[in-house]
C-alpha cells in the first residue's frame, strides 16, 4: 500500500519568502507528526495532530511557523518569512495512534532558503 | 524532560564484527523507546521498539536491542555486522502522556569496512 507522501521533494526558495509543505499521510492513521533534521543532527519535534483534537504545537521554533491539518487526511506546514536558518528536512510521519505505536516516515522536504 | 543522548557520531565496524551503538535516555517515568535506521537518500525505517513488555527486543535485520532500566540504556546490537547495514541510526524516546511526538538522538552513522 502507499506509505507517506510528501512535496515537493526539493524546495529552493528565498530569504523572505513564504513556503508550503505538504504531507500525504496513510489511509486511516489518525496521528500525523512533523519534524526538522537540520544538516548533521537528529530529528527535532515541531508539531503533532491526533484526530480532532488540538495540536501540538510545543516543537514550533517561532510563530513564523504554522501547520494545518484537513480531517484525518493532509497536512500543510507553513513557513513565512523564511530565515537561512530555515534550511533543513522537513520530514512528516503518521501513526495508527499516539505513543508506543510505530510512525511511519515519509521520504521529506529538503528545503533550501538562500 | 526527556532526553536522549547516543554515545559516537560515529562508529566504524568490519564486516563479519559485532555492532554496538549505545543510547541512554533520559526520563522520570518509563519510557518507550525507539531505534530507527536511515539508509542514505531514504527515509526513516523502525528496527525495533520497547514498549514495556519484554525487555530484549527483536527487530529486522538481525537487529536486537535491550532495555536497562538501573543503567537507563537501550543499545543496539548485531552479532555478525554486513556491508548492507551502512546507515544512520538514530535512538528516540517518548511517553505515554506525550503524544507520541519522539525526542531523537543526534544519531550515529556506522560505516562497515570490507
Known amino acids: 500500500g502507499a506509505g507517506v507522501s510528501q512535496s515537493p521533494s526539493n524546495k529552493v526558495t528565498e530569504k523572505g519568502k513564504d513556503v508550503e509543505l505538504r504531507c500525504d499521510p496513510i489511509?486511516?492513521?489518525?496521528?500525523l507528526y512533523w519534524y526538522r533534521q537540520r544538516l548533521g543532527q537528529g530529528l527535532e519535534f515541531l508539531i503533532y495532530?491526533?484526530?480532532?483534537?488540538?495540536?501540538?504545537k510545543s516543537g514550533l521554533p517561532s510563530d513564523r511557523f504554522s501547520a494545518e491539518r484537513t480531517g484525518e487526511s493532509v497536512s500543510t506546514l507553513t513557513i513565512q518569512r523564511t530565515q537561512q536558518e530555515d534550511s533543513a528536512v522537513y520530514l512528516c510521519?503518521?501513526?495508527?495512534?499516539?505513543?508506543?505505536?510505530?510512525?511511519?516516515f515519509g521520504p521529506g522536504t529538503r528545503l533550501t532558503v538562500t | 524532560a526527556q532526553s536522549v543522548t547516543q554515545l559516537g557520531s560515529h562508529v566504524s565496524v568490519s564486516e563479519g564484527a559485532l555492532v554496538l551503538l549505545r543510547c541512554n535516555y533520559s526520563?522520570?517515568?518509563?519510557?518507550?523507546l525507539f531505534w530507527y535506521v536511515q539508509y542514505p537518500n531514504q527515509g526513516l525505517q523502525l528496527l525495533l521498539k520497547y514498549t514495556s513488555a519484554a525487555t530484549l527486543v527483536k527487530g529486522i535485520n538481525g537487529f536486537e536491542a535491550e532495555f536497562k532500566k538501573s543503567e537507563t540504556s537501550f543499545h543496539l546490537t548485531k552479532p555478525s555486522a554486513h556491508m548492507s547495514d551502512a546507515a544512520e541510526y538514530f535512538c528516540?524516546?517518548?511517553?505515554?502522556?506525550?503524544?507520541?511526538?519522539?525526542?531523537f538522538g543526534q544519531g550515529t552513522e556506522l560505516s562497515v569496512k570490507p
Open positions: 489511509s486511516g492513521h489518525t496521528a
Open positions: 510521519a503518521s501513526s495508527v495512534g499516539q505513543g508506543k505505536y510505530e510512525q511511519y
Open positions: 495532530f491526533q484526530g480532532n483534537s488540538a495540536p501540538d
Open positions: 526520563s522520570s517515568v518509563p519510557p518507550y
Open positions: 528516540a524516546v517518548t511517553l505515554y502522556n506525550q503524544g507520541g511526538k519522539l525526542i
